[in-house]
Structure formats: structure tokens, C-alpha cells
């Protein structure tokens, strides 16, 4: 028998046994194991069927409106698109796992510039098929083994059915047409196809092999149809002429700069300045002026005779550049300044103490030209003879925004393609082709892993099912039609969405960059192994606000 000390001792030592100690700070939240993984598997999943019904070239759009009231007016604040891209960078994501697609999505823009839904929907299919995986108790790593061997295979296949035609300029330039009407068919310029595809084929073979977009720039000009746009050679500016100076200069000098030109004025609300009278007023003004017109003499010093400006240019300065012959355009844009100075071969100027005439760009003309009901300013022959322009016309600034955002993604894509000039067909057939081969891996593959390869599998057919149901049309017939043409060995074989039907995609010229599909396979895989190896979460408490 035990004496009362010794049982309440016991009592106190089971007492302090069970309690937790305090590991997080107050506010933190751990998720651990099972609980974990699947709020991993549904953020990532949630934001794959985000996105899943843009895909293809029946895919739909999504508007995407900001929480900002005063971003609203004259309809900001209002983005329609189906680029991949654009949703998930302005979609508010609060799960870490949506995030790492988010992150997948901008690197594959950044990369390629086209298929930043196809990575995601990818991911998000494999992570469908892990899910279920684990649910039968087969442990994550486990199905990475097996994943890892799939994409091995998907990725050799893929590098022995793609096609390169760089050595035939005739074969490469129709090469790279068909890449470019395949990427623009799922955008808002699919009535146009053939136009644009040209177009951007025809800017980016200007560039002669440089992947430097910076040489191509595009500016939107609402009204008009979307067939109105059009591909200029040289620069354009949307900027107009001062008045009274000249319309049009042959082989101008010209400098190009971002400095202000408004100490003419008073700042009144700047500054507190004490007078006894308006004759001192009027000498505060006479100085202010003086020094205008030495910042002016100076830049007239460097010998151009064309002075543009990132910033203002107040009406002072511009009357003196108006009388000593020089044309003055201001408050053009950063960014086209930055290209205007690339295409001329000029530099920015900021300071004017040391006249140096290197710094100034030339081309062989520049006039005032009209675009619709607008004024513009055109540079002709410019130094960078690669340099071009894209005049985008259409019915509203949402529109044209769309358009932009699309003929940037086929840019993207084709300066890629000059630089990897590999091409492998598209419509589903490259997917069905490597589900195929990963088929046949896990039929010589023993144990768990081969649930894991054919899951792998799955996931690839399920972007040829995500078509097909985007058009509208029995997926399950067509992709079965599919699969028997490719155990067959008619490895050619793909969607025809326009028809609704199985078609040959050589003839139907449906064509996608070899670096674009090699580089979402590669992507989605990576992305959707790190978020299977995760077994706990665990959110950081907020920070407390300090009275």
C-alpha cells in the first residue's frame, strides 16, 4: 500500500505530464499531416479550376475588377482577359500552396511569354491525381519516384517528336507563322488571325535573331476596327508638334532628355518670398527667367536642332527653342523615351554643362503624321534599322489593352523560337503522345510506382479533356477516339476544336514552340513535387500593433 505522500506525489507527477508545453508564439497556426497536405491539394487545385476555362482557343475570359472606388472612373480599374498571367497576378491568393503556382505562372511569362495557363492546370492535375494517391496510403515519396521517371520520359519524348526547320528560311518563317496563330488563337484577335500572325512574325524578323523587345514598340490608339492596326517601320510617338515650329525634318539632330523646364514661374505654394513692392516681383521673375533662358542657351550649345523631354517644357523655354529653329516635344512618356533613345542611338541627358555632340541621336525624318483624329510623331530611318512600331486600333481602351497583352505573348513566343527554332504540334497531340510513351514506363515498372507514373499519365490526357470541354464538345468520346489513334502509332493525331473532331495537325498547321511545352512539363512538375513533399504548415502570428 501506498502512503498518502507518495500517491499525491504521483498525482503531481501525472499532472505535469500532460501538459503541452507552449512551443509558438500566441496566434501562430500549425497545420501538421494529413490536414496540411490537403489544404495544400485544394488551394492548389481551387486555383487550377480558376483558370482551367481559359484554356485553349475556346477559352473563356475573365473580368477582373479592382476594390479601389476611385480606380473606376472613365472604366479603370475594369481588366477582361484570359491571360494566365494577368488573372493570377491580380487574384488575392491567401493558400501558399496557390502561391507557388502564381509564382510558376509569372516565371513561365517571364521565360517564354505564352502558356502561363497551360503550367498551372498541369500542377494542378497532378496534384489532382496525388491526392488521390494518398488517399490509398501510397506515401509522397513514393509518387515523386515515380513522377520523376515519367518526366524523363515525357521529356524525351517530346525532344523526338519535335521538328526544326531553322536551315529553310521559307520552312522556318511558316514555322513560326503557325506558332504564331496557334498562340494568338485563344486570344480576343482570333477574328484577325492571319493579320496579326503576320504582323508579329514580320516585327520580330526585323529584330534579325536579337530576342530584345525593347526595339518593338506598340501603342494603342482607340476607334477603328481592330484591322485598322498596322506595323510601321521606325518609331512613333504619340506626342504632337509645338505650335509654330516645324512639321517636318530631314536628318535632325536630336537630343533626347528628362530634365525640368518650369523654373520659369514662382512656385507660390513652395515657397514664402517677403517684397516691398511688385517691382520686386517682377525681378524674382526677370531672374527665374535668365536662368531659363542659360539652361536653354546650354542645350542649344550641343548643336541639335530637336529637343524632346520627358517632363514638361513651360511656355518660356518652348518660345525660346521656337526662335532659334529648334523643335521642342514634351512630357513623352519613360518608357518610350528609353526606346526612342535606343532606336535613335542617343542618350539621356540630364545635365547640360559639357557640351558633347556623341549624345545626340539622328534619324532621316521626322514629320507630324495623323492616326484616326490624333496627332502623332513619326521617325523615320532610325538609327536601330530593326526598330519598329505597332499601331493598335480598336472600340475601347479595355479592348486594345487585351490585344496588347496578346500580340506581346506571340512576340515572346516567336523571339524564343528564332532563338530555339524546335517545333512540336499542338491540340493535345504532343500530351496524348507522351502519355502514351509514360504508359508503356509503367507497365515495366514494379511496385507502387507504377500508380504513380500512370497517374502522371492521367494528368497529361487531362489537357486534351480541358479542351475539348472548353469548346463545348464530349471530351470523353473525343479523347478516347484520341488514345486508340496514338496506341496506334498515328502520333499525329489531335483536337480539331473548330470541327469538334479528331484531326491531323500537320495539315492543320496547329503548331506550338518546342521551348513553351518543354518548359510548362518541366514547371508544373517541379511546381507540384514541392508542394507534395509538404507535411506541416505553419503560419507565423501577425504582428501586434504597439500603442
Known sequence: MLNPAQVANMQKQMKAASVQPNVWKEGAQVQMGDNSQMAAFIGAMALADLVKTTLGPKGMDKILQSMDPNAHAGGKGVTVTNDGATILKSVPVDNAAAKILVNISMTQDKEVGDGTTSVVVLAGELLRQAEKLTQQKIH??????GWRKAVEVSHKTLIASAKNNADDKE????????????????????????????????????????????????????????????????????????????????????????????????????????VS?????????????????????????????????????????????????????????????????LSLGSEIVSTFDCPDPKVLGTCKLIEEVIIGEEKVIKFSGVQQGDACTIVLRGASPHLLDEVERSLHDALCVLTQTVKEPRTVLG?????????????????????????????????????????SDNAGYDSSELVSQLRKLHHEGKTTQGLNLYKGEVGCMEELTITESYKCKSQVLISAHEAAEMILRVDDTIKAAPRQRVD
Open 140 to 145: 509522397p515519396q513514393t509518387i515523386i519516384r
Open 171 to 274: 520552312k522556318f518563317r511558316t514555322d513560326l507563322l503557325n506558332i504564331a496563330r496557334t498562340t494568338l488563337s485563344s486570344k480576343v484577335v482570333h477574328g484577325d488571325l492571319d493579320f496579326f500572325a503576320n504582323m508579329c512574325v514580320d516585327a520580330v524578323l526585323r529584330l534579325k535573331g536579337s530576342s530584345d523587345l525593347e526595339s518593338i514598340h506598340i501603342i494603342k490608339m482607340p476607334g477603328g476596327s481592330m484591322a485598322d492596326s498596322f506595323l510601321d517601320e521606325g518609331f512613333i510617338l504619340k506626342k504632337s508638334i509645338g505650335v509654330g515650329q516645324p512639321k517636318r525634318i530631314e536628318n535632325p539632330k536630336i537630343m533626347v532628355a528628362n530634365t525640368q523646364m518650369d523654373t520659369d514661374k514662382i512656385k507660390i505654394f513652395g515657397a514664402r518670398v517677403r
Open 277 to 341: 513692392g511688385f517691382n520686386q516681383v517682377a525681378a524674382i521673375e526677370k531672374a527665374e527667367k535668365d536662368k531659363m533662358k542659360k539652361k536653354v542657351e546650354k542645350i542649344l550649345a550641343y548643336g541639335g536642332n530637336v529637343f524632346i523631354n520627358r517632363q514638361l517644357i513651360y511656355n518660356y523655354p518652348e518660345s525660346l527653342f521656337t526662335d532659334a529653329g529648334c523643335l521642342s516635344i514634351e512630357h513623352a512618356d519613360f518608357e518610350g523615351v528609353e526606346r526612342l533613345a
Open 427 to 467: 491540340g493535345g497531340a504532343s500530351e496524348m503522345l507522351m502519355a502514351e510513351q509514360v504508359d508503356l514506363l509503367a507497365k515495366t515498372v514494379g511496385g507502387k510506382e507504377s500508380y504513380a507514373i500512370e497517374a502522371f499519365a492521367q494528368a497529361l490526357r487531362q489537357i486534351p479533356v480541358i479542351l
